[in-house]
């Protein structure tokens, strides 16, 4: 091949920017949603009834069904149709979206939350899985994952600032409808812009399989979060997380069994999908975790109010999008290995530097200068895992190489904060002596991200 001929391979065509465009804003905007009513909770439980300790279930039943069903999803998509569950999704993410601004009750907002969250398993799998089917494997696949991670991390931090903006300015009930046209545009665009791939035969469910790993995703994230609220030695969190451990160990056993697996041993025993996968865990627990960390510590130590801790964040929100630009050019120049180890030293650098912090307002500015480059460092780390996992399967697998990867993004920004609030009150003679011990850890996490031993 010449030069001229790679030049021309490198380049998208322009479906293919309109297939970038179409999905990157899905990503985008299911992203949000795992923040964009972090800041209107106490509002929200004002309006509707909700009793102060319940009003973690708003974002704890959306991760339930978010993680607990996304690997399920993702397989159905291969076996059933990729574009048809795609929007099958965004269908249901509208329809959830609209009841959740119509809520007159607890447990309205609260079935809401729950169809949003499986909107999310089926809608995410299936949107990475056609980006990752129409772009080949190379620089014009990295390129569009790092802009898919870029505005999925961007969504993360941006969902509080409009999350504060909406709740400020119109009603909290806006953080649904917001969803709702840019639903609609999706579902008119997508049947033209988006092709349909499915295999020619389609094997029989693995029921067993679906049932015990969505089973043991569900209690793994339940106990998660229930030992966030009540700490580690919990009764009801210890009996989640084993229980969570006790079903993933018989997904194992009935996946060597299964005719027809819905995730092939031989595929989790792939070292990419392995340790790209745990590469993304820690990923995306630290950062997502992070992000809690310094809201502790711009809140309870700085005084800042929740619109101003959120627009705080627009910061690293601007540093995952330059990671993002970056990474496929970092991964291009250095290769996958030395990218995810760049990645993850320099998003550990940056978070250990955050031990310094003090009680003074002038501390913000290492803040932000911090979270601005573990920003950059996080999300090379994400694409070169999003490039890992997805990397060396057929086609017709991409579905559950997505599925895998979107199922470790999600549990790893589920288990990311628990973690770091037990230590945080394990740790605790004042807020901010908490948050520094936190952080260490949290650094030291990065750390170990980077001599994850990944394929060159």
């Known amino acids: 091949m010449t030069v001229l001929d790679e030049r021309v391979t490198d380049r998208m065509s322009s479906r293919q920017r309109l297939v970038l465009v179409l999905l990157l804003g899905s990503q985008f905007m299911l992203a949000v949603d795992f923040s ?143 969803n709702v046209p840019v639903a609609l545009a999706v579902l008119v665009a997508a049947p033209v812009v988006l092709a349909e791939s499915r295999p020619d035969r389609r094997p029989r469910m693995d029921v067993l399989g679906a049932v015990t790993v969505t089973g043991g995703l569900l209690a793994l994230v339940y106990g998660l979060t229930r030992a966030g609220e009540h700490g580690f030695t919990d009764p009801v969190a210890l009996a989640g997380l084993a229980a969570g451990a006790v079903l993933l160990v018989a997904f194992w056993f009935a996946e060597k069994r299964a005719v027809a697996p819905l995730v092939p041993v031989a595929v989790l025993a792939r070292p990419s999908i392995k340790w790209g996968n745990l590469a993304g865990l820690l990923a995306f627990a630290t950062e997502t975790s992070l992000v809690f960390l310094m809201t502790l510590y711009l809140q309870k130590v700085l005084g800042y109010s929740a619109l101003a801790t959120g627009l705080a964040f627009g910061v690293l929100g601007l540093g995952t999008v330059v990671g993002g630009v970056l990474a496929p050019r970092v991964l291009a120049r250095v290769g996958l290995r030395k990218a995810l180890a760049t990645g993850f030293a320099l998003q550990a650098a940056a978070t250990a530097s955050l031990a310094l912090l003090g009680t003074a307002p002038g501390w913000i500015w290492l803040l932000l200068a911090a979270t601005f480059a573990g920003g950059i460092g996080n999300m090379v780390a994400i694409v070169a895992f999003m490039v890992t996992a997805t990397s060396g399967l057929p086609d017709s697998e991409q579905g559950l190489a997505t599925g895998l990867a979107t199922m470790t993004q999600q549990v790893g920004i589920t288990m990311g904060i628990p973690v770091m609030s037990a230590v945080v009150t394990a740790a605790m003679g004042s807020v901010l002596q908490g948050v520094i011990v936190a952080v260490l850890v949290n650094a030291a996490l990065a750390l170990a991200g980077a001599f994850i031993r990944v394929a060159r």
Request: aromatic share 10%; net charge positive; hydrophobic share 55%.
């Open 36 to 178: 964009i009513l972090n800041v209107a909770l106490p509002v929200i439980g004002a309006g509707l009834g909700f009793g102060l300790a319940d009003l973690q279930w708003v974002a704890t039943t959306f991760a339930l069904a978010a993680a607990g069903f996304t690997l399920l999803f993702g397989r159905i998509a291969d076996l059933f149709g990729r574009r048809r569950l795609f929007l099958a999704g965004m269908a249901l993410l509208g329809l959830s979206s609209l009841a959740g601004g119509l809520a007159t009750s607890p447990g309205m907002l609260l079935a809401a939350r729950v169809a949003q969250g499986l909107a999310t398993a089926v809608v995410t799998p299936a949107g990475l899985s056609l980006l990752t089917t129409s772009f080949p494997e190379g620089p014009l696949r990295a390129r569009a994952l790092g802009l898919n991670g870029a505005l999925m991390s961007a969504g993360f931090t941006s969902g509080a600032i409009l999350g504060g903006l909406l709740t400020e300015l119109l009603s909290w009930r806006w953080a649904f409808y917001v």
